[in-house]
């Protein structure tokens, strides 16, 4: 079946720091796969999403791009600030019809002044 | 943009009682809607999946006659635990597809379930 495994946290940065979540994924067919962030007592809200191979998401300064030969889909910022802290998750929903979305665990992003 | 509105967003019961949770989507219809459970530190974990008029479709291991599903219009979709136990204690998320915004995924704030 899918799979999507991520980085667990919680992870930890100075403010401008560069940022690194690994997602990896394991499905059937041609995946799309996504980024949500939750904020704090917020729902989960999407981030950037690719829908095939080598499309590269982006939003807010983030970026993430969809490495078939690896099966990745490695979230980056590249200086960031308090307000990114919140948990984000790599989702993955399957090319074969299936409508329901499968999560990793969810990483902890802690950004420190 | 979409938004989802999910009730309630905490709330307590008993051993025994059924709870009823709601999703609504405020400003768009939602031909699809999702119920998904997160246990602490883990991923969310896809329940079911119900369509306006049909019936939903459970995903392997979930009980269907334990976790009620009605999607009687295209705004609002119900989850009803039913004889609820502790084990049932957990987050349930809903979430909507939009069918006007490229059938986006919007989600709800969760519910936190706490069975005493």
């Known amino acids: 079946g899918n799979s999507v495994t991520q980085m667990e946290g919680p992870v930890t940065l100075s403010e401008e720091a560069f940022l690194t979540i690994n997602c990896t994924y394991t499905?059937?067919?041609?995946?799309?796969l996504f980024w949500y962030v939750q904020y704090p007592g917020e729902g989960l809200q999407l981030l950037l999403k690719?829908?095939?191979?080598?499309d590269k998401g982006s939003n807010k300064g983030f970026e993430a791009t969809y490495r078939k030969e690896t099966t990745s889909f490695h979230l980056e910022k590249g200086s960031v600030q308090v307000s990114d802290s919140a948990v984000y998750f790599c989702a993955l929903r399957s090319g074969g019809g299936a409508d329901g979305l499968t999560f990793g665990k969810g990483t902890h992003l802690i950004i420190q002044p | 943009g979409a938004v989802v509105s999910q009730h309630p967003s905490r709330v307590i019961c008993k051993s025994g009682t059924s709870v009823k949770i709601e999703c609504r989507s405020l400003d768009f219809q939602a031909t699809t809607m999702f119920w998904y459970r997160q246990f602490p530190k883990k991923s969310l974990m896809l329940m079911a999946t119900s369509n306006e008029g049909s019936k939903a479709t459970y995903e392997q291991g979930v009980e269907k006659d334990k976790f009620l599903i009605n999607h009687a219009s295209l705004t609002l979709s119900t989850l009803t635990v039913t004889s609820a136990h502790p084990e049932d204690s957990s987050f349930y998320i809903c979430?909507?597809?939009?069918?006007?915004?490229?059938?986006?995924?919007?989600f709800g704030s969760g519910t936190r379930l706490t069975v005493v």
């Open positions: 499905a059937t067919g041609y995946p799309s």
């Open positions: 979430s909507a597809r939009d069918m006007g915004q490229g059938f986006g995924y919007t």
């Open positions: 690719a829908t095939k191979a080598d």
